[in-house]
């Protein structure tokens, strides 16, 4: 089967700006969680959408938010960047609630 | 506070010496547990994972883990590593109500040297 695909591989923005990754999860599977992967601060949680609805989402600010659409597809978006948001974001999706997370190569996000 | 704490960030191995790495969790309520490895160039892969039942779980590659609940504690291990081994290993938990959140450890650095 198809994994879990993620684009772009790489994006590079400038602080203030916004960026927009996107992600498609393995066939079949409703839920998508989207994780940041920063230097020294391991894997954190951002995002959780099921069947096209944010059910959870971390301990981080507005400006992170995303949607899921009807094929279940998601994206991730990053208003006002900053400079700190430069990390490897990775996308997860699972058949059911509880499964195990199959993920994502992710996408680097380098703010300048 | 819930966190999982990794006690080794890196471990360098010869090839068939026995592995363990650490893993204690601080979660309040029934949790789920997981290991997760990243191949050098690969994403995260399960590894094996705990729900319920017994707590020696076996998962691929001859890698297991022992969930003991008194220490909070959930170590991968493995009899004889090999040069293939050689990867960033992850442990993780989530509470069995569902969240949609997984609580990863900082990660373990393992080089197999052949």
């Known amino acids: 089967e198809a994994g879990v695909t993620q684009s772009p591989t790489h994006l590079i923005k400038t602080r203030g700006q916004q960026a927009t990754l996107r992600c498609s999860p393995i066939?079949?599977?409703?839920?998508v969680y989207w994780y940041q992967q920063a230097l020294g601060l391991g894997l954190q949680f951002l995002l959780w959408?099921?069947?096209?609805?944010?059910?959870n989402r971390g301990n981080f600010p507005p400006r992170f938010s995303g949607r899921q659409f009807p094929n279940y597809s998601s994206e991730l978006n990053v208003n006002a960047l900053e400079l700190e948001d430069s990390a490897l974001y990775l996308c997860?999706?699972?058949?059911?609630?509880?499964?195990?997370?199959?993920f994502g190569n992710g996408t680097r996000l380098t703010v300048t | 506070a819930q966190s999982v704490s990794q006690h080794n960030h890196h471990v360098i191995l010869s090839e068939a010496a026995s592995l363990e790495l650490g893993c204690n969790y601080s979660?309040?309520?029934?949790?789920?547990l997981f290991w997760y490895v990243q191949y050098p160039g690969q994403h995260l892969q399960l590894l094996l994972k705990?729900?319920?039942?017994?707590?020696l779980v076996k998962g691929i590659k001859g890698f297991e883990a022992e969930f003991i609940k008194s220490k909070f504690s959930f170590n991968l291990r493995k009899p004889s590593v090999q040069w293939s081994d050689t990867a960033e290993y992850f442990c993780?938990?989530?509470?069995?109500?569902?969240?949609?959140?997984?609580?990863f450890g900082q990660g373990t650095t393992l080089q197999v040297k052949p």
């Open positions: 993780a938990v989530s509470g069995s109500s569902n969240t949609g959140k997984l609580i």
């Open positions: 997860a999706s699972s058949s059911y609630r509880n499964s195990p997370l199959h």
């Open positions: 066939s079949g599977h409703t839920s």
């Open positions: 959408y099921d069947e096209g609805e944010e059910r």
């Open positions: 705990y729900f319920s039942g017994d707590p």
């Open positions: 979660y309040g309520g029934t949790v789920n």
